[in-house]
């Protein structure tokens, strides 16, 4: 009886092979773990011929290997050395041809700069929020600046490229340099006085434009134009300022706060020159129209310079055409003198006339006087012998009214003995006390009897029957 065989439930897995293994280790590694910062001591460095560089980053309790490929390297701004502390921006990978796990170094700088970064960083955040890296409020460059300031060290090689590209683009444009260390721990303060410097002597100095310029180095070399100070004073320059701080690569706060921010200190130069290199570009074009303006001008030139000589005299001819002229005007200046004398003489004849007519005649005034006196007189006489018959006529007036004149008359003022004056003899009764006021005294007497008064009607008839009467 034969054994029986195994037979599985499940299909076996593929077989991969090395290289397939390792490579998707390595997408995998690449996946999960990001670019980032490593920090360590160089060892085992190694310049390959074809510009690569190899290196081992080791610390006390590990060690990897690294690669920098001759496109990174060659931009390194200071020199690997063995056992240097570094920090590396790198992607671990695997070198699949030994199966070894490697970094892939992006670049590198000297241990301790991650906390300047972080620094820097800070205060890009604190100056942007106040509003120092605004885009609205950069400034244009001047098109064709008449003068240029450089703010930079006089020893620096920024400062020989940026003069040697001006002097090839602009050489008729001025420079006013206002040289300040560059590196250091006072070129902070130093860079900010020069700008304000330049802000504040621009108008006599002949300077539209300002550029900040260093070459390139570490983020160490470059700090100071990472300096608050810097940044505010570039902020409150009141001329335009570009920035060419290091190489391409390299950013400080000085660019987010200039005007514009230039690669390198000449590409700076090159754009504060940019308008006259281009105004030298549109010369050839114009060229022909300044000639062809030139002939017309001197074409007509020529022509003016032509009639000119046609109207050109003779000197014997100017003479005698200045002598005729003068013999017309001495022939008008007589005649006009001439005419003056007769109108003046006139004029006297006529004031002398009127002058007679108002010379005054004392006899004449005299008679009219005395004439105007006697009117006065008159006038007097009258008015007063008016004013007699007036006030005589308002004196018997006033007699007549006067109460004493009429008591004179017969009449009598009777008053009760609270002073009333009596109208009418119903208002007392038999045995009243009177007082009754006559032209000269008084009177005290009692009413006996009440007589009433016949009306106006029975008076009137009462007369005419006793005239009657009287008559039979």
Not at 130 to 140: C, H, N, S, T, Y
Not at 350 to 375: C, I
Not at 428 to 442: E, H, I, K, N
Request: with cysteine; net charge positive; aromatic share 4%.
């Amino acid at each position: 009886m034969s054994a029986p065989v195994y037979k599985p439930d499940t299909v076996s897995p593929a077989v991969l092979s090395v290289s397939d293994l390792l490579r998707q280790t390595r997408g995998l590694l690449e996946s999960s773990l990001p670019l980032g910062w490593v920090a360590g001591e160089l060892s085992n460095l190694v310049r390959a011929a074809s510009g690569h560089v190899y290196f081992t980053l080791k610390d006390p309790g590990a060690q990897i290997r690294c690669a920098m490929w001759r496109n990174r390297a060659q931009l390194l701004p200071f020199r690997l050395e063995e056992g240097m502390q570094v920090e590396v921006r790198a992607q671990i990978t695997l070198y699949e041809a030994r199966g070894d796990l490697q970094l892939s170094v992006e670049s590198v700088r000297r241990a301790g700069l991650g906390n300047l970064y972080e620094a820097f960083l800070r205060l890009k955040a604190k100056l942007e929020s106040e509003g120092l890296f605004a885009i609205e409020r950069k400034r244009a460059l001047p098109e064709r600046p008449a003068g240029v300031g450089i703010v930079t060290s006089l020893q620096a090689a920024a400062l020989r490229d940026v003069l040697a590209t001006l002097k090839r683009r602009a050489p008729h444009m001025a420079v006013c340099i206002y040289p300040t260390p560059v590196q250091g721990d006072a070129a902070g303060a130093a860079i900010a006085a020069a700008i304000t410097a330049a802000g504040s002597r621009a108008r006599a100095d002949g300077v539209q434009v300002l550029i900040v310029c260093r070459g390139g180095g570490s983020l160490e070399d470059l700090w100071a134009f990472n300096d608050e100070q810097v940044v505010r004073a570039v902020h409150a320059c009141p001329l335009p300022v570009v920035s060419g701080v290091g190489h391409e690569t390299d950013i400080t706060l000085c660019d987010f706060a200039a005007d514009q921010r230039a690669a390198t200190p000449t590409a700076a130069a090159e754009a504060v020159s940019a308008g006259w290199v281009e105004l030298r570009s549109h010369l050839p074009a114009w060229q022909p129209v300044l000639q062809r303006a030139m002939q017309r001008r001197l074409a007509t030139a020529s022509q003016r310079l032509d009639l000119l000589q046609r109207r050109l005299l003779h000197p014997r001819d100017r003479l005698g055409r200045a002598a005729q002229r003068l013999a017309d005007l001495e022939r008008r200046l007589q005649q006009s003198t001439a005419g003056n004398l007769a109108k003046a003489r006139t004029r006297h004849a006529v004031l002398a006339t009127r002058l007679l007519a108002a010379q005054p005649r004392p006899q004449v005034l005299r008679e009219r006087l005395q004439w105007r006196a006697g009117q006065l007189t008159q006038a007097m006489q009258r008015r007063v012998a008016l004013a007699q018959l007036h006030v005589a006529g308002q004196a018997a007036r006033l007699q007549a009214l006067n109460p004493e004149a009429v008591l004179q008359r017969g009449y009598a003022i009777v008053r009760d003995a609270q002073g009333r004056v009596l109208k009418q003899a119903a208002a007392v009764s038999p045995g009243t006390a009177l007082d009754v006021r006559l032209a000269d005294g008084a009177l005290q007497v009692e009413v006996r009897a009440i007589h009433e008064q016949a009306s106006g009607q029975e008076q009137a008839r009462g007369e005419h029957m006793r005239g009657e009467r009287d008559a039979g």
